[in-house]
């Protein structure tokens, strides 16, 4: 039998730029003949959410808007066109509601480069509300043994991280830096290194921070905040000295993004996946060519990257540190995020 559906719900609504959120009832929508509405359990908070209050990002964001894209839930409907997707059936609303399936960035597997898509709590409405729709392609099949509550985190910040280490090329035995490893991106990409057979540096600040990431592994910490040089204390790290093989920068400040080149290892790789407001990039070239480093981007992840990020959650060797409120209480969080007090990563229950 059909599940029963609402006609109203609770959501967290920003109307203009800037805030604040409002927690009000809205309708629900009825999914389009592609489309799959899943009743969200549970919605992560990314950083990208406070980006998409503020408005300092160069790219418009709908309004009024509801955010948010690591919805982890149960499908309750489903457009005619969809066959692969079951009512009943646990599924995630990640970063990338939708795309075209069809330009060259889609048939190549880099669909989250598609000119046309549909960013989830930012260009369409998200998963801070109890029923939201999505894309079927583009929905993350989770199996029915996952806690929903505990995967929700993986659906951006777990399979971005993923991403951006498959980038690195950094193999196993390998050391990865990881920057910002004490938020809720670094916290998880700590894990998938261990669990991918690398050896973790973490770089952040803070006691909180540190004890964090020796729980998720980390065998080294370096606090930016206390270090007389960063440089030489995570080359100090290694055990050769010459620096990791990899750095992965899921930072919210821009100082890390100019300070990468100095102590990655020569032939070693720089991944930017944070995107603090208005940030650059900065190395010195004749450094750069000369040690033969590479400096790169990495954003989100594909169809199949998401199945294997999730698979590594299923296999028990992922533990998202989460903090789990109610949605109401979402503002309280952005105020916690704005300030950098959060270690791990926050969740919201979408019935309270």
């Not at 009000?24 to 359990?41: A, F, R, S, T, Y």
């Not at 290194?193 to 921070?209: F, N, P, S, T």
Request: proline share 5%; hydrophobic share 40%.
């Amino acid at each position: 039998m059909a599940p029963s559906i609402p006609k109203k719900q609770m959501a967290q609504v920003i109307e203009k730029t800037g805030g604040p959120i409002e927690y009000k009832e809205i309708d629900v929508q009825e999914p389009g003949p592609d489309e799959v509405l899943v009743n969200v359990k549970y919605s992560g908070v990314c950083h990208t959410d406070l980006h998409a209050i503020n408005g300092d990002w160069p790219i418009p964001t709908k309004l009024p808007l509801v955010g948010g894209h690591e919805g982890a839930g149960v499908v309750v409907a489903r457009g005619e066109l969809v066959k692969d997707v079951e009512i009943g059936d646990y599924a995630g609303i990640k970063w990338l509601n939708g795309s075209c399936l069809s330009c060259e960035f889609c048939m190549q597997s880099d669909e989250p480069l598609c000119g046309k898509a549909l960013l989830s709590g930012y260009t369409v409405d998200g998963t801070f509300q109890q029923y939201a729709i999505a894309k079927a392609a583009h929905v993350a099949r989770i199996p029915k043994d996952v806690d929903l509550e505990k995967i929700a985190p993986i659906l951006c910040a777990g399979i971005t991280v993923y991403k951006g280490l498959k980038e690195s090329g950094a193999r196993p035995g390998q050391t990865v830096a990881i920057v910002g490893a004490g938020g809720g991106l670094g916290s998880i990409a700590c894990q998938y290194a261990i669990a991918m057979g690398l050896e973790v540096i973490a770089i952040d600040a803070g006691d909180d921070k540190k004890t964090l990431t020796e729980k998720m592994g980390a065998k080294a910490f370096v606090d930016f905040s206390t270090s007389k040089d960063v440089v030489k204390d995570v080359k100090g790290a290694t055990a050769d000295g010459l620096g990791p093989h990899a750095v992965l920068l899921v930072a919210v400040s821009e100082k890390p993004f100019q300070q990468a080149t100095e102590y990655v290892r020569s032939k070693g790789t720089v991944v930017a996946i944070g995107l603090p407001a208005n940030a650059y990039l900065r190395a010195p070239v004749f450094d750069t060519v000369i040690r033969c480093i590479t400096i790169k981007g990495s954003y989100v992840g594909n169809r199949k990257d998401t199945a294997e990020a999730i698979e590594f959650f299923r296999r028990g060797v992922i533990n998202a540190p989460i903090k789990t409120v109610g949605m109401s209480e979402l503002q309280n969080v952005y105020d916690l995020m704005a300030q950098g007090k959060i270690a791990g990563r926050y969740v919201v229950d979408t019935s309270k």
